[in-house]
């Protein structure tokens, strides 16, 4: 599965964005969907999953209350509601695909897209 994320740009505090991810190939309503992002000199972490169904998410504790997984398997896409952002959301956001359960760990999954910047100004 290809994945190709969108939807990121320069932003104030406070302010919101809404990611998207959209697949193209194999069957996109059999993947788990995860965001992660990295911000600049630190690891990449995970932000959120959503199940295949849709019905099941885990977010990261950080991000919990602020941000909002969801899923459209009709068009193949994900995306990332990111409310009330913070100067420490600052980070490339990469959305990626996993044949398997709902889990945060990077390693665990398979497929992953090219990042969309997001920046926040205080």
């Known amino acids: 599965v290809q994945l190709q994320a969108s939807g990121g740009g320069l932003v104030q505090a406070g302010g919101s964005l809404r990611l998207s991810c959209a697949a193209s190939?194999?069957?996109?309503?059999?993947?788990?969907m995860g965001w992660f992002r990295q911000a600049p000199g630190e690891e990449r972490e995970f932000v959120a999953a959503?199940?295949?169904?849709?019905?099941?998410?885990y977010y990261a504790d950080s991000v919990k209350g602020r941000f909002t997984i969801s899923r459209d398997n009709a068009k193949k896409t994900v995306y990332l509601q990111i409310d009330s952002l913070k100067p420490e959301d600052t980070a490339v956001y990469y959305c990626?695909?996993?044949?398997?359960?709902?889990?945060?760990?990077?390693?665990?999954?398979?497929?992953w897209g090219q990042g969309t910047l997001v920046t926040v100004s205080s």
């Open positions: 959503i199940s295949y169904s849709g019905v099941h998410t």
């Open positions: 990626a695909a996993r044949a398997g359960g709902l889990v945060p760990f990077i390693h665990d999954y398979d497929y």
């Open positions: 190939g194999r069957t996109f309503s059999g993947y788990t």
